[in-house]
């Protein structure tokens, strides 16, 4: 299993910007697909982003194209999430995940997909 901690989070306002980290341990961190999620109060959690094990192929929620960009160092074992243009809607606890399963080749993702999750960092953009 890949143990993973995710930092980066904090108050940002509407328009602005933030760069999430998750640090990755235990197993090979480069031979899994990684993702994004995030949870709103009262709400359930959702995909943000993912990106293959090589780092070739993203995928991302329609809510964020074109605004956050996922992307791995697999030297340094961590993976990021660049968020600009950031909106009150973005307010959410946001967890990284590690796929349940080594080189294995998604065309989507969900929840289900990911065995190793981290404990979350807060993203709140304020109006």
């Known amino acids: 299993q890949v143990q993973l901690v995710e930092s980066g989070g904090g108050l940002v306002q509407a328009g602005g910007s933030l760069r999430l980290s998750c640090a990755a341990s235990?197993?090979?961190?480069?031979?899994?697909?990684m993702g994004w999620f995030r949870q709103a109060p009262r709400k359930e959690r959702e995909f943000v982003a993912a990106?293959?094990?090589?780092?070739?192929?993203?995928y991302y929620a329609d809510s964020v194209k074109g605004r956050f960009t996922i992307s791995r160092d697999n030297a340094k074992n961590t993976m990021y999430l660049q968020m600009n243009s950031l909106k009150p809607e973005d307010t959410a606890v946001y967890y990284c995940?590690?796929?349940?399963?080594?080189?294995?080749?998604?065309?989507?993702?969900?929840?289900?997909?990911?065995?190793?999750w981290g404990q979350g960092t807060q993203v709140t953009v304020s109006s």
């Open positions: 995940a590690a796929d349940r399963f080594e080189y294995y080749r998604r065309t989507s993702y969900s929840a289900d997909d990911f065995g190793s």
């Open positions: 235990g197993r090979t961190f480069s031979s899994y697909n």
């Open positions: 990106i293959s094990w090589s780092g070739i192929r993203t």
